[in-house]
């Protein structure tokens, strides 16, 4: 096996982790869309609703993102490889920033 395939092998399987917590995530999301709205509008609140949104399309970024390394790093492109690993390995690092509280 290619050492570099192993390496984006092995970080994957890292960046993978918080699908652990993603049925839990999945339902406290599922009750917040449908819990009642604010009348006001504030940034927080639409920050806080985008959020909602992309961790609860976390496995579909995480298996995309996934796919795009994979035949990056088969076509030797090793940096592009390693680019695509930074929106999951963001949306877990805030997630395992927000469950670590």
Known sequence: MDT???FTQIL?????LPIIYYPMILLAN??????PR???ITLKGTLFRIFMVV???YPLIYYFCYKASVT???EGMLLDALLYAI???????????ILKK
């Open 55 to 57: 961790t609860t399309l």
């Open 30 to 35: 599922v009750m917040s869309f449908a819990a």
């Open 4 to 6: 570099s395939l192993l």
């Open 87 to 97: 929106p999951p390995l963001a949306i877990g690092g805030t997630l395992y920033w």
């Open 38 to 40: 604010v009348q006001k």
């Open 72 to 74: 990056c790093v088969e």
């Open 12 to 16: 994957w399987a890292i960046i993978g």
